[in-house]
């Protein structure tokens, strides 16, 4: 997984509440084996029209936008469905950061599994930058995870964010689960000796 | 030991090592996997060389991508044959049980999951799908995650996870006629908003829900996802022992009495904690229709369409007049006068054998109404099978519902069941997203009584007051 440090980036705003992942990437791509190549059918039936032609008022299509690797959304983004394809389309369009006043758990998990930051600001911040960069596609901010702060050049915005420091440890190393839990294994092989003194667990 | 909730009491058992500021390595006693979702994770162990650490605990099922029609027809989409071949090649390579579309067991993951007596009580279940949650209305925490998280567990057979929170959501009273378990959780999603039990590990209780039979618990705990909780759970009493008893895979004779003995332990003790109540009134609960593009867009069958002005909130106005923009809705309009295209009765929320005979009842010496396309799907092979036995399909044919093979179908348009653009469906299934049913689908989600009834009028009705 790639390592998450500090990044300065123009901002896209996506101003609408409770974006559910069936909108990130809806189902019709669900059906590669691959994990990547998903990027060009992020937000796919908001950002084409029914020809495949890109719809201009969505903001992923605009210049001084479409470039950026911040995204900033309104609450209990990625709600819905499991799919991790959700964090892969985002991080394959070039998105590193989505900032929002609240995630759904599923899509926050996600996201630390793949290089995605998500960042929890208090709602009145997050509609500050959301305005500011509506306002000014050449609007840009900074986030910095060692320092759990986001600022603008300006810094009219400053904000510190909140992050459990094991996951934060994790985005910074780019470390990745699956290694990490392999070093506990032989705690979970004395987990399984003793469940099954006690008449372990039934098998599938 | 101080009180505990069911789920402290499932969790305990499963740390393998929970240390300070770091998330605990939970054991997994269960891990469904399916075509969509786990294609990238046996990758991933493949690329690093790594084995399925407990076959003996994985069961994979092939059923999002399966077409409903005659077995004996080819899959028409190459990409959705891929991915079936993919889930066929890695459960055979990495040695898991599968059961593929011609299984005479295949289905919806979390129906056969319950139906083989794989979902026990106190068990910890996982699947890399949002409505694993279904599981936990035997008194198991069952969790969908993602795929990393899936390849987590098929090399480790634990996950990594921060403890979430409690909720007790309490419906008191008893429900009255016509008025469903769907209509009870889009009842609570109503209530408390789509991100309302975010963070938290709902546990179901009260009156309403003890008398609900298991079909019914499932459909409410398989919604909990849409309210934004990890899990809902349902404590087990007599109800789930006997839907039990007998089940393949399931303990037998002196084994399955020992077993119900610990089952009966686990439910919540006298005076344990919850985080956060929500208390319902079954009594005043409705039968509800969605009429908007998440399901907390909600609205009992006798309201009218909400005035996206008479909100507070700018974001809310926003995203309701969105919403019915999407829908093409008009606002103050009566629900019942809603006219349908589409019906489809089916998904995991409601194609268990209960909600097929409810639907059958309402469906029996009717007609489906001559401007709506309506379909059947039972949840599983061995559904169809006793829905045969009873002569439902019968009764839904006679009517003019189509009578389909067994999968997710319709729910989420991943096969060829799906919606054309601006078509309006009746659907029992759980998610009424834009394009959840096929891209420019309107989905309004509703009680299978409410889905056959809406099939013969052609509009929502209320089927308490309904007679066909």
Same mark, same amino acid.
């Given at each position: 997984?790639?390592?998450?440090?500090?990044?300065?980036?123009?901002? &896209? @705003?996506?101003?609408?509440?409770?974006?559910?992942?069936?909108? %990130? *990437?809806?189902?019709? #791509?669900?059906?590669?084996?691959?994990?990547?190549?998903?990027?060009?059918?992020?937000?796919?039936?908001?950002?084409?029209?029914?020809?495949?032609?890109?719809?201009?008022?969505?903001?992923?299509?605009?210049?001084?936008?479409?470039?950026?690797?911040?995204?900033?959304?309104?609450?209990?983004?990625?709600?819905?469905?499991?799919?991790?394809? &959700? @964090?892969?389309?985002?991080?394959?369009?070039?998105?590193?950061? %989505? *900032?929002?006043?609240? #995630?759904?758990?599923?899509?926050?998990?996600?996201?630390?599994?793949?290089?995605?930051?998500?960042?929890?600001?208090?709602?009145?911040?997050?509609?500050?930058?959301?305005?500011?960069?509506?306002?000014?596609?050449?609007?840009?901010?900074?986030?910095?995870?060692?320092?759990?702060?986001?600022?603008?050049?300006?810094?009219?915005?400053?904000?510190?964010?909140?992050?459990?420091?094991?996951?934060?440890?994790?985005?910074?190393?780019?470390?990745?689960?699956?290694?990490?839990?392999?070093?506990?294994?032989?705690?979970?092989?004395?987990?399984?000796?003793?469940?099954?003194?006690?008449?372990?667990?039934?098998?599938? | 030991?101080?009180?505990?909730?069911?789920?402290?009491?499932?969790?305990?058992?499963?740390?393998?090592?929970?240390?300070?500021?770091?998330?605990?390595?939970?054991?997994?006693?269960?891990?469904?996997?399916?075509?969509?979702?786990?294609?990238?994770?046996?990758?991933?162990?493949?690329?690093?060389?790594?084995?399925?650490?407990?076959?003996?605990?994985?069961?994979?099922?092939?059923?999002?991508?399966?077409?409903?029609?005659?077995?004996?027809?080819?899959?028409?989409?190459?990409?959705?044959?891929?991915?079936?071949?993919?889930?066929?090649?890695?459960?055979?390579?990495?040695?898991?049980?599968?059961?593929?579309?011609?299984?005479?067991?295949?289905?919806?993951?979390?129906?056969?999951?319950?139906?083989?007596?794989?979902?026990?009580?106190?068990?910890?279940?996982?699947?890399?799908?949002?409505?694993?949650?279904?599981?936990?209305?035997?008194?198991?925490?069952?969790?969908?995650?993602?795929?990393?998280?899936?390849?987590?567990?098929?090399?480790?057979?634990?996950?990594?996870?921060?403890?979430?929170?409690?909720?007790?959501?309490?419906?008191?009273?008893?429900?009255?006629?016509?008025?469903?378990?769907?209509?009870?959780?889009?009842?609570?999603?109503?209530?408390?908003?789509?991100?309302?039990?975010?963070?938290?590990?709902?546990?179901?209780?009260?009156?309403?829900?003890?008398?609900?039979?298991?079909?019914?618990?499932?459909?409410?705990?398989?919604?909990?996802?849409?309210?934004?909780?990890?899990?809902?759970?349902?404590?087990?009493?007599?109800?789930?022992?006997?839907?039990?008893?007998?089940?393949?895979?399931?303990?037998?004779?002196?084994?399955?009495?020992?077993?119900?003995?610990?089952?009966?332990?686990?439910?919540?003790?006298?005076?344990?904690?919850?985080?956060?109540?929500?208390?319902?009134?079954?009594?005043?609960?409705?039968?509800?229709?969605?009429?908007?593009?998440?399901?907390?867009?909600?609205?009992?069958?006798?309201?009218?369409?909400?005035?996206?002005?008479?909100?507070?909130?700018?974001?809310?106005?926003?995203?309701?007049?969105?919403?019915?923009?999407?829908?093409?809705?008009?606002?103050?309009?009566?629900?019942?006068?809603?006219?349908?295209?589409?019906?489809?009765?089916?998904?995991?929320?409601?194609?268990?054998?209960?909600?097929?005979?409810?639907?059958?009842?309402?469906?029996?010496?009717?007609?489906?109404?001559?401007?709506?396309?309506?379909?059947?799907?039972?949840?599983?092979?061995?559904?169809?099978?006793?829905?045969?036995?009873?002569?439902?399909?019968?009764?839904?044919?006679?009517?003019?519902?189509?009578?389909?093979?067994?999968?997710?179908?319709?729910?989420?348009?991943?096969?060829?069941?799906?919606?054309?653009?601006?078509?309006?469906?009746?659907?029992?299934?759980?998610?009424?997203?834009?394009?959840?049913?096929?891209?420019?689908?309107?989905?309004?989600?509703?009680?299978?009584?409410?889905?056959?009834?809406?099939?013969?009028?052609?509009?929502?009705?209320?089927?308490?007051?309904?007679?066909?």
């Amino acid at each position: 997984m790639e390592a998450f440090k500090t990044l300065n980036s123009g901002v &896209a @705003p996506l101003n609408r509440v409770n974006v559910d992942t069936d909108q %990130i *990437i809806p189902k019709q #791509f669900l059906k590669r084996v691959e994990r990547t190549g998903f990027g060009q059918f992020l937000f796919n039936d908001w950002r084409f029209d029914e020809k495949g032609n890109e719809k201009p008022d969505f903001v992923l299509n605009q210049d001084g936008y479409k470039d950026a690797s911040i995204l900033v959304s309104g609450r209990n983004f990625g709600c819905g469905s499991s799919r991790e394809h &959700a @964090p892969w389309a985002l991080q394959d369009f070039g998105i590193r950061v %989505i *900032i929002a006043p609240s #995630f759904a758990d599923i899509f926050h998990n996600n996201c630390f599994q793949n290089g995605v930051l998500p960042v929890v600001l208090p709602e009145d911040v997050v509609q500050k930058i959301i305005e500011h960069s509506e306002n000014d596609p050449d609007y840009r901010i900074t986030v910095d995870l060692e320092a759990q702060r986001v600022w603008d050049e300006n810094e009219e915005i400053v904000a510190d964010f909140n992050m459990e420091p094991f996951r934060r440890h994790c985005m910074l190393n780019g470390l990745d689960d699956i290694g990490l839990t392999l070093e506990d294994e032989d705690d979970i092989t004395s987990y399984e000796r003793e469940r099954s003194e006690h008449g372990g667990v039934v098998p599938a | 030991m101080a009180p505990r909730t069911m789920f402290e009491k499932i969790w305990d058992t499963h740390v393998v090592k929970s240390e300070e500021g770091k998330p605990t390595v939970l054991y997994v006693d269960l891990h469904l996997v399916h075509e969509v979702t786990s294609p990238q994770a046996f990758d991933g162990l493949r690329m690093a060389g790594r084995s399925v650490r407990r076959t003996d605990l994985t069961v994979a099922v092939a059923d999002h991508n399966t077409p409903t029609w005659d077995l004996s027809l080819p899959i028409t989409d190459p990409i959705a044959q891929q991915q079936l071949d993919e889930l066929s090649k890695n459960c055979d390579e990495f040695g898991v049980t599968l059961y593929d579309r011609f299984s005479p067991l295949q289905g919806i993951v979390h129906v056969i999951g319950p139906e083989q007596g794989y979902t026990q009580p106190g068990k910890t279940i996982v699947c890399g799908d949002s409505h694993t949650s279904t599981h936990g209305a035997f008194g198991a925490f069952a969790m969908g995650i993602g795929t990393s998280e899936v390849e987590h567990v098929l090399a480790t057979q634990t996950l990594r996870q921060f403890k979430p929170k409690t909720m007790e959501v309490r419906v008191d009273g008893k429900l009255s006629p016509g008025v469903t378990a769907k209509d009870v959780v889009l009842g609570i999603i109503g209530k408390i908003g789509i991100g309302g039990a975010t963070g938290h590990v709902i546990e179901y209780t009260g009156e309403a829900i003890r008398t609900l039979s298991m079909e019914g618990r499932m459909t409410v705990c398989n919604m909990s996802i849409e309210a934004g909780a990890r899990a809902g759970m349902v404590a087990p009493d007599a109800t789930t022992f006997e839907y039990m008893r007998g089940r393949e895979n399931v303990p037998k004779g002196t084994d399955f009495d020992k077993a119900v003995a610990a089952w009966e332990e686990l439910g919540t003790d006298e005076g344990a904690q919850y985080d956060q109540v929500v208390v319902l009134d079954a009594e005043e609960l409705e039968p509800h229709v969605t009429w908007g593009t998440n399901p907390g867009m909600v609205a009992p069958i006798t309201a009218r369409i909400p005035i996206p002005q008479e909100y507070e909130d700018s974001g809310e106005q926003e995203s309701v007049t969105r919403a019915l923009d999407y829908m093409d809705l008009e606002p103050g309009m009566r629900i019942e006068d809603i006219e349908i295209d589409r019906v489809f009765i089916g998904s995991c929320t409601n194609s268990r054998i209960d909600d097929l005979r409810a639907a059958a009842k309402i469906a029996e010496g009717n007609k489906v109404d001559e401007s709506v396309y309506a379909m059947v799907v039972p949840g599983s092979n061995a559904i169809k099978r006793q829905a045969e036995d009873e002569g439902l399909d019968k009764i839904f044919m006679q009517a003019g519902f189509d009578w389909r093979e067994a999968g997710c179908s319709m729910c989420l348009g991943m096969n060829p069941d799906i919606l054309k653009p601006g078509e309006r469906c009746a659907s029992t299934s759980n998610r009424n997203f834009e394009g959840r049913q096929g891209k420019g689908g309107r989905t309004h989600l509703v009680s299978p009584e409410m889905a056959a009834a809406a099939a013969i009028e052609g509009h929502f009705v209320d089927v308490r007051d309904w007679r066909g």
